[in-house]
């Protein structure tokens, strides 16, 4: 029979990677701005921008280092006011609040995408920025946010580190709004253990993040353009916030660079096997009626290494029976609003002041589960899954009703 897979390992890290760590380590070249040119993470940011299809790349320490310098590069005088979905990770309110910005939630619903009218109503109060998180790689309706922001000249960060690959009517999260931001941490679809990356199409707006992030002196000059060619636009912009910024040092090492590259012609596959993955897992899951699989949207083409449903006609007693009898079979289903310090429920972002209640987004908190599916995982071992979630949902529903 086959075991209940580790959802919590890695996928092991391309054999290319060891001859790139080799060199550096005989060399000790690893920091980004030694060369004078074709570093690896300098090579890193130009093959993903291409990638992407975006014009500009950033590779520094993490998404939310990449999350803070956008919302710097915007100039956001402090306290101003970021509109962020009350679902997503504390890392996100927290760089809003590293940035000396003031979080503002708003209601997310069953189906995890954001509540377009409280979005609507609440961008009307004094905001200016928006930062979307596609939480858990789920796509909001990004035409009817990006037309929002775009009609009050409010700018958009994507907070694209779980969409790596995903897209929005063909085209890349993450270049969908002024900035995106993505992370090559463990848990997501490239791993580098640490680390993250920002794309954008805007010269002056990369130069100032390139800036903050620890070019100190001229070490712009190792900065270019589209295919490592020299951009006039972006020199003009460096030489003119020269001196005129703070240094953040959120630099990427070479060797988690070296590490991220040969995982980049693999990002395809993984993302075709997350897909396929997930949708195998959630037909399945559908077919119980306690359990529900929320649908993706029309434009939206998921790249997911988890699955997230929604306990239906539950009651508390039902849901603690269900977590309870998964765990004891081997598979750890997180549901989000249960435990006193899960970092996705916004009530736990205990450093924000004036926390909010935000009851749509508590309410789906208390039905919603969360269970890893890394891409590797075989159909026998997604079959072991599916089963323990049905076989327990089923029991939990039964021994209430005994
Ligand atoms: C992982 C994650 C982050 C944080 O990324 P780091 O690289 O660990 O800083 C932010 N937002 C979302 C949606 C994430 O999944």
């Not at 270019?224 to 003119?240: C, M, T, V, Y």
């Not at 988690?256 to 040969?262: G, K, L, W």
């Not at 559908?286 to 529900?292: D, E, F, G, M």
Request: net charge negative; glycine share 4%; proline share 6%.
């Amino acid at each position: 029979m086959t075991q209940v897979p580790n959802v919590h390992t890695a996928e092991p890290i391309p054999d290319a990677a060891r001859e790139a760590i080799d060199a550096l380590m005989s060399s000790g070249d690893l920091f980004r701005y030694t060369a004078p040119q074709d570093a690896p993470v300098a090579l890193l940011e130009q093959e993903f921008a291409e990638l992407l299809g975006s014009k500009f790349a950033l590779a520094v320490s993490s998404c939310s280092a990449a999350l803070f310098l956008s919302l710097k590069a915007l100039e956001l005088p402090r306290d101003s006011r970021v509109l962020i979905p009350g679902f997503t990770f504390a890392a996100v309110p927290s760089s809003v609040v590293h940035a000396d910005c003031i979080p503002v939630l708003c209601e997310v619903g069953e189906n995890y995408r954001i509540n377009l009218a409280d979005f609507e109503a609440k961008l009307d109060q004094d905001i200016s920025a928006v930062l979307i998180s596609h939480m858990r790689g789920h796509t909001s309706d990004m035409d009817a946010i990006l037309a929002l922001c775009e009609a009050r000249d409010i700018p958009v960060i994507e907070d694209a580190a779980h969409s790596l690959g995903t897209t929005w009517n063909g085209q890349n999260i993450g270049t969908l709004g002024r900035i995106g931001c993505f992370s090559f941490q463990s848990y997501k679809m490239i791993n580098a253990g640490e680390g993250g990356i920002l794309i954008t199409d805007d010269a002056d707006l990369v130069a100032r993040a390139v800036i903050m992030s620890g070019a100190y002196e001229h070490n712009w000059q190792k900065h270019k353009g589209p295919h490592g060619d020299n951009s006039p636009e972006l020199a003009q912009a460096f030489a003119k916030w020269q001196n005129k910024l703070p240094l953040y040092n959120l630099r990427m090492s070479n060797l988690s660079a070296a590490v991220i590259r040969p995982q980049l012609p693999e990002l395809m596959r993984r993302v075709r096997d997350g897909r396929a993955n997930h949708d195998y897992v959630a037909e399945q899951l559908n077919t119980s009626p306690v359990l529900q699989v929320p649908a993706p949207l029309a434009p939206e083409v998921r790249a997911p290494d988890s699955i997230q449903f929604n306990l239906v006609n539950m009651n508390a007693q039902e849901i603690e029976s269900f977590a309870a009898a998964t765990e004891a079979r081997g598979v750890k289903v997180q549901i989000f609003g249960l435990s006193s310090d899960n970092a996705r429920a916004f009530w736990n972002w205990q450093f924000l002041n004036d926390l909010p209640e935000l009851p749509q987004t508590r309410a789906m908190l208390m039905n919603a589960c969360d269970v890893r599916l890394p891409v590797r995982l075989t159909k026998a071992e997604l079959d072991v899954i599916v089963e323990i979630l049905l076989v327990s949902a089923a029991e939990a529903k039964d021994r209430a009703a005994a």
